[in-house]
């Protein structure tokens, strides 16, 4: 089986996490059960602090934006890249300070941006309209807005085309060419300070040359905007760096590899232009995707076409194998030391054929009552949730060397009423 020292781990033939048994907490707090190890965000977090020691580090929330996640990210220093005022709300409560925040997106109400400019957080904008919405919006508050452009390098990465952020065709960012222009314009618009350049290729690349390709982009934009005279505060070179889901041994780059492929070019070439902007990276899935399981129990077993194992977490939970095609590694955890017995595909409840967790797994017999985890979860997980089909959310619980805490209770069927409400012809 696969383990991570001081991760996960096998003992007594079950799967533990972060020095807790998988078994206890799925007694404790019933299933299904998102369990995050507090120990790994902080190693993951450490490994890109030291693979980038003059960079800030800015978590992109939408990952996973559990408060506590956030807050010993806070605790570490992290800033954060936040995608909607909910975000932008839940990172400065949980102590991450407006001046590491930026307010990401293509597509912000005029609501948020009032929002950004009033807690003083730097907004990347994605359009000409944007731009000049944002203006406006500053000027009222008599305000200066700190911007970059979220620009589009149109470099393509091997990755899901659902997840590819920066080919040409990508609804994100300004396309290359008119980068100049806007950049010009926003130097005399009112309100607006252009003081940084930002992009993100994508997500899950496992090959490091589209980042290098992204930096010479990216500084042949920052060397013609500074022949405009607009001196460049920071680069944002975004993230997208992959983990191994798949656990067949293949070497997955980790964050020191990501510094090999784009220092030696920001340094050379800001040396080149006589510049020192700040290099802000934006990871999100490296921080937190292998930190987190997800447990769920198998209701039934059935032979049919395949050896279908039902589950009590479906696509209302973890999404990314109905949507992205994703793969996440399957261990049985009360039997973890056993050898595979049978090939089982791993579906869950959801009215929905496409329900399924994981595909023709070699695993132990598995049987009613067993228990299933299902590997690298904390990354768009929890985090892209719903109650579809009339399920209420689950619990997660954080472990740190051996103690459990809820961070958040499971909700219940009256979390499925809490907002609706029958007008008056139908009470
Ligand atoms: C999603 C996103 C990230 C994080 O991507 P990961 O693949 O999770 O590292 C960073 N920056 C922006 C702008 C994003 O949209």
């Known amino acids: 089986m696969f383990t991570i020292k001081n991760h996960l781990e096998i003992r007594n033939a079950h799967l533990i996490i972060g020095k807790?048994?998988?078994?206890?907490?799925?007694?404790?707090?019933?299933?299904?059960?998102?369990?995050?190890?507090?120990?790994?965000?902080?190693?993951?977090?450490?490994?890109?602090?030291?693979?980038?020691?003059?960079?800030?580090?800015?978590?992109?929330?939408?990952?996973?934006?559990?408060?506590?996640?956030?807050?010993?990210?806070?605790?570490?220093?992290?800033?954060?890249?936040?995608?909607?005022?909910?975000?932008?709300?839940?990172?400065?409560?949980?102590?991450?300070?407006?001046?590491?925040?930026?307010?990401?997106?293509n597509s912000k109400t005029d609501?948020?941006?009032?929002?950004?400019?009033?807690?003083?957080?730097?907004?990347?904008?994605?359009?000409?309209?944007?731009?000049h919405t944002l203006s406006e919006?500053?000027?009222?508050?008599?305000?200066?807005?700190?911007?970059?452009?979220?620009?589009?390098?149109?470099?393509?990465?091997?990755?899901?085309?659902?997840?590819s952020t920066g080919l040409r065709t990508s609804k994100f960012g300004i396309p290359s060419e008119?980068?100049?222009?806007?950049?010009?314009?926003?130097?005399?618009?009112?309100?607006?300070?252009?003081?940084?350049?930002?992009?993100?290729?994508?997500?899950?690349?496992?090959?490091?040359?589209?980042?290098r390709e992204a930096t010479h982009k990216m500084m042949d934009l920052v060397e013609k905007v500074a022949a405009l005279g607009i001196e460049l505060k920071f680069v944002d070179m975004g993230s997208g760096l992959g983990i191994p889901y798949k656990k067949d041994g293949t070497q997955t780059p980790e964050p020191q590899d990501h510094a090999d492929a784009i220092l030696p070019v920001f340094e050379e070439r800001t040396k080149a232009l006589g510049i020192s902007p700040k290099l802000i990276l934006?990871?999100?899935?490296?921080?937190?995707?292998?930190?987190?399981?997800?447990?769920?129990?198998?209701?039934?077993?059935?032979?049919?076409?395949?050896?279908?194992?039902?589950?009590?977490?479906?696509f209302n939970l973890l999404i990314r194998p109905t949507m992205y095609d994703s793969y996440h590694y399957a261990v049985v955890a009360n039997k973890a030391a056993s050898p595979p017995g049978e090939t089982?595909?791993?579906?869950?409840?959801?009215?929905?054929?496409?329900?399924?967790?994981?595909?023709?797994?070699?695993?132990p017999r598995i049987e009613k009552g067993d228990l299933?985890?299902?590997?690298?979860?904390?990354?768009y997980g929890f985090s892209m949730s719903s109650q579809y089909n009339g399920r209420p959310r689950c619990a997660e619980v954080l472990v740190k060397n051996g103690e459990a805490e809820v961070i958040r209770s499971a909700e219940d069927v009256g979390d499925l009423m809490a907002k609706q409400r029958l007008p008056s012809w139908l009470v």
């Open 20 to 105: 807790v048994d998988t078994t206890v907490l799925a007694e404790r707090y019933g299933t299904p059960l998102y369990v995050t190890n507090e120990s790994r965000i902080v190693e993951n977090f450490m490994a890109y602090r030291k693979a980038f020691p003059e960079a800030d580090i800015y978590y992109a929330a939408k990952a996973n934006g559990s408060f506590a996640i956030l807050r010993i990210l806070a605790r570490e220093g992290a800033g954060a890249d936040v995608f909607s005022y909910g975000e932008l709300y839940m990172a400065l409560l949980a102590g991450i300070p407006h001046e590491k925040l930026l307010f990401n997106g």
């Open 111 to 131: 609501f948020e941006l009032k929002k950004a400019v009033e807690l003083g957080v730097k907004v990347s904008v994605d359009s000409r309209d944007e731009l």
């Open 137 to 163: 919006i500053a000027q009222k508050a008599g305000k200066d807005v700190e911007i970059a452009f979220r620009v589009n390098p149109d470099v393509s990465t091997k990755t899901h085309p659902k997840i």
């Open 178 to 211: 008119e980068v100049v222009s806007i950049y010009r314009e926003a130097s005399v618009l009112p309100g607006i300070s252009p003081t940084g350049i930002h992009c993100h290729i994508g997500s899950q690349i496992l090959d490091t040359a589209p980042f």
């Open 282 to 314: 934006e990871p999100g899935r490296y921080i937190v995707g292998d930190t987190t399981i997800l447990l769920a129990h198998v209701n039934t077993v059935k032979k049919a076409a395949k050896n279908f194992v039902g589950v009590d977490a479906g």
């Open 344 to 363: 089982y595909t791993i579906v869950g409840p959801i009215c929905e054929t496409g329900d399924i967790l994981a595909h023709d797994r070699a695993l």
């Open 372 to 379: 299933i985890a299902l590997l690298d979860a904390g990354a």
